[in-house]
Nanobody, 124 residues
């Protein structure tokens, strides 16, 4: 049974930082590319960033480039999304997804496994 579970969401003031975690069970993180997506009410799911299955490459959406960073701890089977300089427009449900041998795709349909999401709310 494969499970991908996000954690670390919450309420934070604009300009502050927050770190999300994506823990995988039933699979080994390292052969999987992992992506982060977010969805705000009334909006389409947006690509936030991704890390390739090898860990050698990371990619980011234009709206978060320079503020967010993805890292991975293979020993803990966990991928992290460090978010800094948060803005109210970053408020959304954040989802983690895993893709078999993914190279860091920005298309949601490429991902095999999805978490339930964690809410991030940034107050102004």
């Amino acid at each position: 049974q494969v499970q991908v579970v996000e954690s670390g969401g919450g309420l934070v003031q604009a300009g502050k930082s927050l770190k999300l975690a994506c823990a995988a069970s039933g699979l080994t993180v390292s052969p999987f590319g992992t992506g982060w997506f977010r969805q705000a009410p009334g909006k389409e799911r947006e690509f936030v960033g991704a890390i390739s299955w090898s860990g050698g490459a990371t990619y980011y959406g234009d709206s978060v480039k320079g503020r967010f960073a993805i890292s991975r701890d293979d020993a803990k089977n966990t991928v992290y999304l460090q978010m800094t300089s948060l803005k109210p427009e970053d408020s959304a449900v954040y989802y983690c997804a895993a893709e078999n041998y993914g190279e860091g795709d920005n298309r949601p349909h490429k991902y095999n496994y999805w978490g339930q999401g964690t809410q991030v709310t940034v107050s102004s």
